[in-house]
T-cell receptor
Framework: GNSVTQMEGPVTLSEEAFLTINCTYTATGYPSLFWYVQYPGEGLQLLLKATKADDKGSNKGFEATYRKETTSFHLEKGSVQVSDSAVYFCALSDRGAGAQKLVFGQGTRLTINP | NAGVTQTPKFRILKIGQSMTLQCTQD?????MYWYRQDPGMGLKLIYYSVGAGITDKGEVPNGYNVSRSTTEDFPLRLELAAPSQTSVYFCASISTGGSNQPQHFGDGTRLSIL
């Protein structure tokens, strides 16, 4: 079945550091890929997405590129801020017909220190 | 714009008790989902619905029931609470089943079974 594996957390960085959170997936076919972010006490929010190979999703300074050859969708940001502290989830969605069903990675907790 | 609203936010139950977690969305979305999030884990799909009167099981449906009598509401019922059901529960919705559409999440219900 489909699965998503994320880099183990927690991750602690200083403000303005470079961020990479690794995400690899196993799927049949060609899934859509997502990064969701969960701020403390809140539900998940879409951060960015990519729907086909070589697509780059970007939002709020975060980027991720859909790499079919390495089955990866790593999240990057050039200079993190304290406000980026949150839990980040990588997820995939089958491209089949019918209801979208997301498969999530286990999440990576990110803490940015000033 | 309320989006997806979940009630209650917190609840403590005794083993064997029952309760209903409420979820309402005001976006006229057809598809609705219930997930559970265990500590250090990603979200797992419990049940989903593609429209009023239609529900289906997700990955971890045992111990839960759902109904969808209206487009807006998708309650989740626990009949005989067990400690293994201690978790954070999230409701989500999406306008269509398309694989590249983002799901909209509520803020969650934190449930403890003692």
């Amino acid at each position: 079945g489909n699965s998503v594996t994320q880099m183990e957390g927690p991750v602690t960085l200083s403000e303005e550091a470079f961020l990479t959170i690794n995400c690899t997936y196993t799927a049949t076919g060609y899934p859509s890929l997502f990064w969701y972010v969960q701020y403390p006490g809140e539900g998940l929010q879409l951060l960015l997405k990519a729907t086909k190979a070589d697509d780059k999703g970007s939002n709020k300074g975060f980027e991720a590129t859909y790499r079919k050859e390495t089955t990866s969708f790593h999240l990057e940001k050039g200079s993190v801020q304290v406000s980026d502290s949150a839990v980040y989830f990588c997820a995939l969605s089958d491209r089949g017909a019918g209801a979208q069903k997301l498969v999530f990675g286990q999440g990576t907790r990110l803490t940015i220190n000033p | 714009n309320a989006g997806v609203t979940q009630t209650p936010k917190f609840r403590i139950l005794k083993i064997g008790q029952s309760m209903t977690l409420q979820c309402t969305q005001d976006m006229n979305h057809n598809y609705m989902y219930w997930y559970r999030q265990d500590p250090g884990m990603g979200l797992k799909l419990i049940y989903y619905s593609v429209g009023a009167g239609i529900t289906d099981k997700g990955e971890v449906p045992n111990g839960y029931n759902v109904s969808r009598s209206t487009t807006e509401d998708f309650p989740l019922r626990l009949e005989l609470a067990a400690p293994s059901q201690t978790s954070v529960y999230f409701c989500a919705s999406i306008s269509t089943g398309g694989s590249n559409q983002p799901q909209h999440f509520g803020d969650g219900t934190r449930l403890s079974i003692l």
